[in-house]
């Protein structure tokens, strides 16, 4: 049982470059999120997935895609990375615990785009 | 919509110090509260939640009771260890639907110091 798995865990990319990050989680979960680390932002959202086959807009959504073809995956899309893009991106999903929800983070891809 | 508000960092204290991260909210419902701890180079982990109005949070010496009446839920600590460096984050979920994302304060960084 290993959570929620994101590869990889490091990239480099240089401007124009596309790519995809996994994540994976083999925990049944439903709803599923794409989230965003910068210097003094804190985490921002990009995209999240309710269910299966279903996707909508976070708070910084321009410049990605996600994909979410089954329960378990959702991947993000860089289509022509820049290097705003560069970030730590960190996969989530969720899930009910007691009255309330609990949510379950990736390790996170370190992502350079020079 | 949902938001958190965090005090800005960084915030550097000796070692047996007495902490207090501040952390306010705004939302619509019910939500849960969350505070969360990424160590240096990790991912984030859970470090404690409440659900509903005057629960307290509580895990490795930290606490933190949601206070419905001023929209809060300020972490403490009675004592810091240098271990206790590093990046604590103040969130929220929405109890009230299974579909919103957990919404992130922008992070408070403590160091400890020996």
């Known amino acids: 049982n290993a959570g929620v798995t994101q590869t990889p865990k490091f990239q480099v990319l240089k401007t124009g470059q596309s790519m995809t990050l996994q994540c994976a989680q083999d925990m049944n979960h439903n709803s599923m999120y794409w989230y965003r680390q910068d210097p003094g932002m804190g985490l921002r959202l990009i995209y999240y997935s309710a269910s299966e086959g279903t996707t909508d807009k976070g708070e910084v959504p321009n410049g990605y895609n996600v994909s979410r073809l089954n329960k378990r995956e959702f991947s993000l899309r860089l289509e022509s990375a820049a290097p705003s893009q560069t970030s730590v991106y960190f996969c989530?999903?969720?899930?009910?615990?007691?009255?309330?929800?609990?949510?379950?983070f990736g390790s996170g891809t370190r992502l350079t785009v020079v | 919509g949902n938001s958190v508000t965090q005090m800005e960092g960084p915030v550097t204290l000796s070692e047996e110090a007495f902490l207090t991260i501040n952390c306010t909210y705004t939302?619509?419902?019910?939500?849960?509260l969350f505070w969360y701890v990424q160590y240096p180079g990790e991912g984030l982990q859970l470090l404690l939640k409440?659900?509903?109005?005057?629960d307290k949070g509580s895990n490795k010496g930290f606490e933190a009771t949601y206070r419905k009446e001023t929209t809060s839920f300020h972490l403490e600590k009675g004592s810091v260890q240098v271990s206790d460096s590093a990046v604590y984050f103040c969130a929220l979920s929405d109890g009230n639907s299974g579909n919103t994302p957990l919404v992130f304060g922008k992070g408070t960084r403590l160091s400890v110091i020996a």
């Open positions: 939302a619509t419902g019910y939500p849960s």
């Open positions: 989530a999903s969720k899930f009910r615990q007691g009255q309330g929800y609990g949510y379950t």
């Open positions: 409440a659900t509903k109005a005057d």
